[in-house]
């Protein structure tokens, strides 16, 4: 048994559950779950346990779960995809799917009598929903432009998938890692503009420099740890003062992973993540307990990192850095994909690509390897019109949550009021440049507003005697090299008067200027 802070501290109802059951245990039960129904099964499995699978029962929709992949680095095959398309398709109206912030994407409209037989399909072309939900390793990012961009210092693709593999035990559960205070995130980034949002992770490697005895550069990773966004606290991640080579990133990562699993804080649930113990311990004791488990002495953090660009948003038709090959960026509007959707996309991937499909944290697809003399009729294909490579300013930057239509937790409705709202804004505007706005159905914050030009965090407001949705408005975000978090600058706006705000802070902050009225 592994031995945690738990042990000495009062049990909350979440510890107590898991201490009753490890959650990756109903991995033999599914079959029977599946017989007897969702309104027989124990509370905890049901609500809980059956996260560590993927599994999510969302009381908005009763019956109908939700599943979270993992998909590490964002890559997948048309083959994969396809495979996710059909168990979508089964469920008609109520079957979609979401490209989320964290490269991953989760489907919807499944019954728990279907799970068995879904997983079958996933083992047969190499997916898995292992420990993808509740107190686990989240999906891990990593470079969306991993091996195709000519700029990058280090392909991120291997690392990625080393690590899932460690912590999953191959995808297929690893119960020393599946009994952690919170979830942890980790990302990965090897290029130049931050594509992960390293700072907004409990654990990241950014790329760095330092200099062996000769003096000469060497590549490695600055390691930063901290980062979270919750409804208790948000925060960038700091330093941990350590610089790392990346034959030592996997094993370290484990060190960190097994630290805070091992001391983390079990007795508030809302303070579990590992800021927390870094506010109780210090980096300093951190550093020196990361420094003991690892087995050697690490090296200090290198002078400076080379996040040294502007955030790129990958859109649109750009050269790899193979000969005569590219990589299209297709804006997939907040992320919302039908089985048609996707099986057009495994199209593209497989007529005009390597098969190929990545996921970015904007929620966006990235289709690689496209020779020049396939582009011509790449860009004529009809879901193009959908899905555009050079989509409007504000469209191709928009995230979102997914709100109140199928979370629970969320107090508005987000992607299709989004959708609707920024349709119309661009209707009434031109832009010189993209703005980014950032949707999140309430102060979980799985919008990431904090890092957006303006953010819009759900809420209920008053007006007019009635409760109302809302929004509050956060502003400053920014992404990229110098990356911070923005600030509330407005708080309880009804969304029914949101536009006309918007637009105004379009023309007087970002330099948005209104169209001419159309001429007869």
Known sequence: MIETAATTEKLNKFEKFKAEKDGL????????????????????????????????????????????????????????????AEVVQRYGDDGSADITTRQNIQLRGIKIQDIPDIFNKFNKVGLTTIQSGMDNIRNITGDPVA?????????????????????????????????????????????????????????????????????????????IVGGLFSAKRC?????????????????????????????????NRQKARLIWLLDEWGIERFRLEVEKRFGKSLLPAAAKDEIDWEKRDHLGIYKQKQTGLNYAGLNIPVGRLSAHDMLEIARLAEVYGSAEIRFTVEQNIIIPNIPDSSLTAFCTEEILEKFAVNPGLLMGSLVSCTGAQFCNFALIETKNRALEMVKSLESELTLSHPVRIHWTGCPNSCGQPQVADIGLMGTKVRKNGQMLEGVDIYMGGKVGKDAHLGTCVKKGIPCEDLQPILREILITQFGAKLREPATV
């Open 25 to 84: 245990l109903v991995k033999n039960e599914i079959e029977q779950f599946a017989q007897i129904g969702w309104e027989a099964l124990d509370e905890n499995d049901l609500n809980h346990r059956l996260k560590w699978l993927g599994v999510f029962f969302r009381p908005v929709t009763p019956g109908k779960f939700m599943m979270r992949m993992r998909i590490p680095n964002g890559i997948l095959t048309s083959n994969q995809l396809s495979v996710l």
């Open 235 to 267: 925060e960038t991640a700091m330093a941990l003062n350590v610089w790392v080579s990346p034959a030592d990133v996997v094993s370290l990562s484990k060190v960190i992973v097994e630290i805070f699993r091992d001391h983390g804080l079990r007795a």
């Open 147 to 223: 091996g195709l961009d000519a700029n990058e210092f280090y392909d991120t693709r291997e690392l990625v998938q080393q690590i899932q593999n460690t912590l999953t035990n191959n995808g297929e559960g690893n119960p020393e890692f599946s009994n952690l205070p919170r979830k942890f995130n980790i990302a990965i980034t090897g290029g130049r503009d931050n594509s992960v949002h390293a700072e907004i992770n409990d654990l990241a490697f950014i790329p760095a420099f330092s200099v062996n005895k000769e003096q000469i550069p060497v590549f490695g990773f600055n390691v």
